[in-house]
């Protein structure tokens, strides 16, 4: 009896041997062929051969508000062009002139015709221009017309018509303050730039080159560097709504206040330079002795010469007189034009901004100690500055 019950153990032990020995041979197999099946599953390794890279993620959602402005940027942008002034250089050898590049600056077409508009600043001094297009063709460009007293100019091109992309008009006179606007431009060269921003103030006024004011400007945060003089600044619907004219920066770098010369502005001026070459402002018809109000003490503009058969003489106007022993007697002293005070010629042109030939304007005047109010009735547009 125990020499059976050793031999079953005995033979129980042989069983259970065999069968380890059996699954340690195959082991290897089945490890290999669920390696090999992980292997297939997993993601592929990054190229870049790190370690446990992340896998690529979705493209990220475009807010509602980045789409509006990236389509405003696809619609505007091919209006917008880059503009290069030159001098020419005579060689001192040969004596040919080459054209020398002075300075840059932006632009924005106005119409299919050609006709592009830029600050005065721009091409001020120049003794020609180049147009660059949204395409990247460059056109040479000549000048139509220049307002110096409002900073801006004309420029014509003769690219064909499916190369001109014009801007919309918008209205600056119903801006407000927090509206956000939009910037075109080439600023230090780099072509196509867009910033954002928002209407920052309003009635802002700024000094052009001839020294004249330019008023109702537009103040914005929006990003204005150097080279961004003269493109167009825009409203969220993509309508020309002001031309950036200015940055104040004491390093020369935009410091978030920039001005833009007013769409209402622009919708008057730019037509006169287109057919006349110059701005028609109609004629009080006198013409004012610059700065002597102020040497007497009075905030005006006295009246030095009242033109014969003119509005202001028909109304009485009048100028200085020579009495005896060569003295000068003063005339009229103009204080004010429709309400808008007048201390200079430059301050008459303002005052007939938007008026036509025909028009009647309350002059307001100090003749001797009394102040006196007297309708003028405007004349034709003057030949020259003068009034």
Same mark, same amino acid.
């Given at each position: 009896?125990?020499?059976?019950?050793?031999?079953?153990?005995? /033979?129980? +032990?042989?069983?259970?041997?065999?069968?380890? $020995?059996?699954?340690?041979?195959?082991?290897?197999?089945?490890?290999?062929?669920? %390696?090999?099946?992980?292997?297939?599953?997993?993601?592929?390794?990054?190229?870049?051969?790190?370690?446990?890279?992340?896998?690529?993620?979705?493209?990220?959602? +475009?807010?509602?508000?980045? !789409?509006?402005?990236?389509?405003?940027?696809?619609?505007?942008?091919?209006?917008?062009?880059?503009?290069?002034?030159?001098?020419?250089?005579? %060689?001192?050898?040969?004596?040919?002139?080459?054209?020398?590049?002075?300075?840059?600056?932006?632009?924005?077409?106005? @119409?299919?015709?050609?006709?592009?508009?830029?600050?005065?600043?721009?091409? =001020?001094?120049?003794?020609?221009? !180049?147009?660059?297009?949204?395409?990247?063709?460059? $056109?040479?460009? !000549?000048?139509?017309?220049?307002?110096?007293?409002?900073?801006?100019?004309?420029? !014509?091109?003769?690219?064909?018509?499916?190369?001109?992309?014009?801007?919309?008009?918008?209205?600056?006179?119903?801006?407000?303050?927090?509206?956000?606007?939009?910037?075109?431009?080439?600023?230090?060269?780099?072509?196509?730039?867009?910033?954002?921003?928002?209407?920052?103030?309003?009635?802002?006024?700024?000094?052009?080159?001839?020294?004249?004011?330019?008023?109702?400007?537009?103040?914005?945060?929006?990003?204005?560097?150097?080279?961004?003089?003269?493109?167009? /600044?825009?409203?969220?619907?993509?309508?020309?709504?002001?031309?950036?004219?200015?940055?104040? =920066?004491?390093?020369?770098?935009?410091?978030? &206040?920039?001005?833009?010369?007013?769409?209402?502005?622009?919708?008057?001026?730019?037509?006169?330079?287109?057919?006349?070459?110059?701005?028609?402002?109609?004629? /009080?018809?006198? @013409?004012?002795?610059?700065? +002597?109000?102020?040497?007497?003490?009075?905030?005006?503009?006295?009246? %030095?010469?009242?033109?014969?058969?003119?509005?202001?003489?028909?109304?009485? +106007?009048?100028? /200085?007189?020579?009495?005896?022993?060569?003295?000068?007697?003063?005339?009229?002293?103009?204080?004010?034009?429709?309400?808008?005070?007048?201390?200079?010629?430059?301050?008459?042109?303002?005052?007939?901004?938007?008026?036509?030939?025909?028009?009647?304007?309350? &002059?307001?005047?100090?003749?001797?100690?009394?102040?006196?109010?007297?309708?003028?009735?405007?004349?034709?547009?003057?030949?020259?500055?003068?009034?």
């Amino acid at each position: 009896m125990r020499r059976s019950n050793a031999s079953v153990l005995i /033979l129980a +032990l042989l069983t259970a041997a065999g069968g380890y $020995w059996a699954g340690a041979r195959s082991a290897p197999r089945e490890v290999a062929a669920l %390696s090999s099946a992980a292997a297939q599953r997993a993601p592929a390794p990054a190229q870049n051969g790190s370690r446990g890279a992340i896998p690529a993620q979705p493209q990220p959602m +475009l807010q509602d508000q980045e !789409k509006a402005t990236i389509a405003l940027f696809q619609h505007a942008s091919p209006a917008a062009v880059f503009i290069t002034s030159l001098a020419m250089q005579e %060689s001192p050898f040969s004596l040919n002139e080459t054209a020398i590049p002075r300075g840059s600056g932006s632009g924005f077409v106005w @119409d299919r015709e050609g006709h592009i508009v830029t600050n005065f600043h721009v091409i =001020s001094g120049a003794d020609a221009a !180049k147009v660059t297009l949204a395409d990247q063709s460059t $056109w040479d460009a !000549k000048l139509v017309g220049a307002a110096p007293e409002k900073d801006l100019a004309v420029l !014509k091109i003769d690219a064909p018509a499916g190369k001109l992309t014009p801007l919309p008009l918008g209205s600056s006179e119903t801006l407000r303050v927090g509206q956000s606007v939009f910037a075109i431009g080439n600023p230090f060269g780099l072509d196509q730039s867009l910033t954002t921003g928002v209407v920052s103030a309003l009635g802002r006024e700024i000094q052009s080159e001839s020294g004249a004011p330019i008023r109702e400007v537009i103040q914005t945060d929006a990003a204005i560097n150097p080279g961004n003089s003269g493109g167009p /600044l825009l409203d969220s619907s993509g309508r020309l709504i002001g031309v950036n004219t200015a940055i104040y =920066s004491p390093s020369g770098g935009s410091s978030g &206040v920039g001005f833009a010369i007013p769409e209402h502005d622009v919708a008057w001026v730019v037509p006169d330079l287109i057919r006349y070459g110059r701005v028609q402002r109609p004629a /009080l018809g006198f @013409d004012v002795y610059q700065g +002597l109000a102020q040497r007497l003490g009075i905030d005006g503009a006295v009246i %030095s010469r009242v033109n014969p058969g003119s509005g202001a003489d028909r109304a009485g +106007l009048q100028g /200085l007189r020579r009495a005896g022993f060569g003295r000068v007697e003063l005339g009229d002293v103009v204080l004010t034009v429709d309400g808008q005070a007048v201390n200079s010629s430059d301050a008459l042109l303002v005052a007939v901004e938007g008026k036509k030939a025909g028009d009647t304007v309350r &002059v307001e005047v100090l003749r001797g100690d009394r102040r006196v109010a007297i309708p003028v009735r405007l004349g034709a547009p003057a030949a020259g500055r003068g009034e």
